[in-house]
């Protein structure tokens, strides 16, 4: 926990060096590996505010706290390790009552957007999915769940962790060089912090708002699309 404290009174105060010891970089990859790989693998965990935290690994790594390629290869492996376990689940537990309870919890606009993605693109909606909160935790429970053999599920499991993870936190990179953005670097770097912050308690008052609700109103049935799944 003193560790933690060190980490966040560092990013508050903007002190790069103290982040940089090799001994804090080892604790917030820890950290930032633990949280992506939660948010992409457990429908309870899936309000982590995995995109939030990309961004600010694209800033730190700007900033020289860390580096590039040991970056998107750590957190690569934790998106995708992540989705696995959520394929996992639907694949051998999709039929049990956690993991249906699980489903039912999460608001119907997402199993929606996740069966029609399903519907139309099959395995391509992997590659989108993983771009959208929330729907990147659901596509690979409903993969599972649908009989999608795991070796075509890691393809597009690792290539799609690849891509939101390089895409995200080279977009933090950048905005880090933008003149703009370097001289009111501060104010920046403090948005970064507190906004996983803030998107993390937003989710978590989220989640309880549904919890709630479905334990007050019908649970509905959701289809899991697998037409297209099974062809590709």
């Given at each position: 926990?003193?560790?933690?404290?060190?980490?966040?009174?560092?990013?508050?105060?903007h002190?790069?060096?103290?982040?940089?010891?090799?001994?804090?970089v080892?604790?917030v990859?820890?950290?930032?590996?633990?949280?992506l790989?939660?948010?992409?693998?457990?429908?309870?965990?899936?309000?982590l505010?995995?995109?939030?935290?990309?961004?600010?690994?694209?800033?730190?790594?700007?900033?020289?706290?860390?580096?590039?390629?040991?970056?998107?290869?750590?957190?690569?492996?934790?998106?995708?390790?992540?989705?696995?376990?959520?394929?996992?689940?639907?694949?051998?537990?999709?039929?049990?009552?956690?993991?249906?309870?699980?489903?039912?919890?999460?608001?119907?606009?997402?199993?929606?957007?996740?069966?029609?993605?399903?519907?139309?693109?099959?395995?391509?909606?992997?590659?989108?999915?993983?771009?959208?909160?929330?729907?990147?935790?659901?596509?690979?429970?409903?993969?599972?769940?649908?009989?999608?053999?795991?070796?075509?599920?890691?393809?597009?499991?690792?290539?799609?962790?690849?891509?939101?993870?390089?895409?995200?936190?080279?977009?933090?990179?950048?905005?880090?060089?933008?003149?703009?953005?370097?001289?009111?670097?501060?104010q920046?770097?403090?948005?970064?912090?507190?906004?996983p912050?803030?998107?993390?308690?937003?989710?978590?008052?989220?989640?309880?708002?549904?919890?709630?609700?479905?334990?007050?109103?019908?649970?509905?049935?959701?289809?899991?699309?697998?037409?297209?799944?099974?062809?590709l």
């Open positions: 926990m003193a560790v933690i404290h060190n980490i966040v009174q560092a990013l508050w105060q002190d790069f060096a103290a982040l940089a010891d090799p001994h804090v080892g604790v990859y820890c950290v930032m590996f633990a949280t790989f939660l948010e992409n693998g457990l429908l309870p965990a899936s309000f505010p995995g995109d939030s935290l990309l961004l600010l690994a694209g800033a730190l790594v700007a900033k020289g706290v860390m580096n590039f390629v040991p970056t998107i290869v750590i957190l690569t492996a934790a998106a995708s390790l992540g989705c696995w376990l959520s394929y996992v689940q639907g694949r051998w537990l999709g039929n049990t009552r956690v993991v249906k309870s699980w489903l039912k919890q999460l608001p119907p606009q997402y199993h929606e957007r996740a069966t029609v993605m399903f519907d139309r693109h099959g395995l391509f909606a992997l590659l989108a999915g993983r771009f959208l909160a929330f729907v990147r935790t659901l596509l690979p429970t409903m993969a599972g769940i649908s009989g999608l053999s795991n070796r075509r599920f890691q393809v597009f499991n690792w290539l799609s962790g690849l891509l939101w993870v390089g895409s995200v936190t080279s977009l933090g990179y950048a905005l880090s060089m933008i003149p703009f953005v370097k001289r009111h670097e501060d920046v770097m403090t948005c970064l912090m507190i906004l912050m803030v998107l993390l308690v937003v989710g978590l008052v989220g989640t309880l708002f549904v919890v709630i609700k479905k334990d007050l109103t019908p649970h509905k049935n959701y289809r899991v699309g697998n037409a297209k799944l099974s062809t």
